[in-house]
């Protein structure tokens, strides 16, 4: 009885330690899949394939989808299986599944809204960076960990129908003209949005916002109600705002076919919904002159590797291939579109898109920075909850 | 006479008294369903009130700076201290969830009982008509009715300035407090749910034994006394256990606010519970769930109240040989026309306008030449800038959706419709014993909980460690489903078997035939069709719902209600517009399918 219960006990440490030790081998082939050429990559990819993975991945864009078939005609071995995931269940779908031992989990993900992918999956060892070491010289340090497949803006766009909006300064937003006319998705349902208004109270950008005040009234921004010059227009720009539109791709389409003088603060890339009949009407603000403070924001698209997948080094060929110019820029991908930007610097945006590239960006756009973000989020949540209504 | 079995036992000694119960298969049942139900319907519950006194990872971990698990009252305190964070998450949402819920109950049940008594208890014109069409509401999932409601009155002095069809023809620009906000919430929700009126005071008029409403004439009543005196009391439990259900129901909603109350600034309690429950503030999430059960058992208590007993669904009360119908005379052809002009709008109207909407590329423009197929047969090359790789008909991922969502409504039906049939066996045999009581009422108790809190209260169970193996799985789908949609399956078991006298069943018992061959061969048979309508009513509510889901699919396109919630959200009008009229379509064969091979259809499931 004793050696039943001794063999029983051994069993089960043995079990228990074999998550410890997949998870030990996926990061150790993430490291290694770093260090080898995509040959060598695709070779470790067929013998996964063989042995039965078949690569799943979430994503929250859905140009990876075209990005997945374009692959698998590059890699016609290996089969990748695309699901869209909405961004309000993203975390909490991937921090249950992922080491809960429910089958057919993703391997990997593309996500957005790093604060949580930092809280919910990096710190709780669900989820694991790469970055291929091949292209450390051509992303920056900061694109890297976790990796950047693409950026995406979001950017004020109005309604040309009665000619320029003259606005030139972000403060003219908050004011009484405005009201109603500035169309916003709720931050309180998108993360993105939330994390573009908490950046907005980070040193850099609330300093920013008190030069374009000066410039706007002529004096120097004082404290008052409010503690800071950020809060003071974030309260104000919230109390304009308007909600009617539940998603990006409505606002595009409902500013473009709605009233003239409309304004939006939406995804740039959505332009692509809207019927060209209709695309005439709308005007890039930050295009059509430069906005004192912001005209718009940038949120990265993360890609990390999970600690269930049987096939890391498919995800990491996934990965060095969306951050090609075959990967990114290929047939109906990232590029293609108006508003995706590769961190890869020799990827530039073709010529023939009406666009800028990314580093015309940097200065004139807010990026979400997840550590600032994560330290402050809870008292700038509230603040702007309370003030959605 | 003949003594009630129980008592003749109670005096005998306990191993003769449990051989006889064990003996009985009906207490077996409610034994078994008793610790069923238990299990998943209480035992979640229990979980949730757990998740209300508990610091989880996140936000929360951060902000209480305590550990994860730690107990803590601070969710409480926040969002009732009176602060603006909780006026604006829990108070002011929570009126506008009554408003909603109330506004929608009575205009559901004025819409729907109006139409059940012309249709039941008036010589009417059209009748054939109105009754199959009216149901068409109840088929859709409610959300696309508010997309339905904004796609007519949005007009160019409100929300974003966009021409609605209504503009467009009539160049009529309606109110903003009409086409967004509170008003359209209750018009929409009731509209939904009123065919939930019109089936359930149908049936009851349908059945009404006219004698007293003929003595009444005859006493020269006036039309009026007589519907106030006479008709009314009668379907009073209907119309009552009607507000239960639609109550409920409005209470909870969480896709309508979501469409028609965002462009106004006006939230409920369940959107406020989503967007809590995403930034990380579970605990006070957890807790609007629970005030949201809380609200539908109060609800109850008043309809127990009033009524004395909650069977007023029994909608069966003995066939009367006498139906005398009112004659409209004169008014009859204005009052049938009128009435299919109104039903056409509320049951047509949304399909022709969904399979516009399914073929246009610029919105608001309903010319010819800016329609095409592309949303629905288009090949990659063709589909126009596409959320999905081709039209929805030749695209996997749609066709996968389509198969897991019928799949998944095939085998909650063929659960439920089993239990309800065994539940409704076993209460009505062992009718009056506690045991039996507890069963009902347990068996009902998942209807009051919102489907957005119930899919909450499911994710945390299937969330906590022992349970991680749940989340995200098929069956996790199928046991939620199970649960949530037993309450009217299990009703109409209820229904269908006290409609069959006991002594048929003890013939056979006499004969010594087996249980098992008493339920096949007599119980089953007799009752067929109402039975198999009990089986019909889990699909179309699973064919059809999403709030239940959205928290549990393992991915958006898992469902083909996720789905289309979410090119809804995303703004593919296009494909949400083709994949509504799809499931209605689905929906409609499997209703008339089942109609034509069995005679059961989804209205008697109800009561009709």
Redesign the interface.
Known sequence: MKRFLSLILVAIMVLGMIPAASAETVQEALAAAAKMTNEELYAKAKEEAKAGAQMKFYSTTSFAEKAAANFMTVYPELALVYNEIDDAETYTILGNTIGSGVKDTADMGLTQNGPDLQTYLLDEELAYTYFPEALKDVVDEKNQNPAIVTYINSLLIYHNGNGSVGVNNIWQLTEAEWKDKVFFKNPTNETVNINFLIMLTSPEWNAKLEAAYQARYGKAWEKGEFDTCALQFIDAFLKNVNYTYTSASKMAAGIASGAAGNMGLFVFSKLRKVDEADRGNLTVLQLENKVEGFSGFMYPIYATVFKDTDCPYTCALFINYLLSEEGFAGPKSWNSSQGYYSPNKTIAKPEDIQDEAYDYWTDCLVFEDLEYINEHFVDVYEFIATRVG | MRKPRPNSLQHEPLIYRLRAFVTNPANLLLVFFLLVLITLSLMPMVTMLTNMFTVH???EK??YRLPVGSWTLTHFKKLFEGS??SK??FWEPLKNSFIVAIGAGILGIAIGGSIAWFVTRSDLKCKKFISSVFVFPYMMPAWTLALFWTNMFQN?KV?????GMVEAVFGVCMPEWFV?GLFPMIVVIGMHYSPFAYLLIGGILKNMDATLEDSATILKASRWTIIRRITVPIVMPAILSTFLLIFSSGFSSYTVP??LG??V?T?TLSTKM??L???GYQGQGYIIAFISILMGCIILGINQWFTGKRKSFTTVTGKSGQVSLVKLRRANWPITIVLIIFISFVAIMPLISFALESVI?????YRLSNMTLHFWIGTEASAY?T???AGILLNDTMWKAVGRQVLLALVVALIVGTSGMLIGYACVRRRGSKLSRAVESLAFFPYLMPAMAFGTIY?AV??SENF??????FGLLVLVSAVKFLPFASRSGVNSMLQIAPEIEEAAIIFGVPWRKRMTRILFPIQKSSILSGYLLPVISVMREVALF??LV????YLLTTMLF?FN?????QYGSAVTLLIILIIMIINGLTNKLTGASFDKGIGG
């Open positions: 990872l996140g936000t951060k902000m603006d964070w604006v998450n160019s929300g974003g300035g966009n021409i967004f979501v469409f965002s462009a600034k939230y989503r967007a429950i995403q930034a590329r610029q919105p608001g423009n800038e959320g999905m790789i994710l299937a969330t991680k193996w749940l989340y995200g799985t959205t928290l393992p991915y958006a396109r979410s959200e995303t703004g593919y009008a």
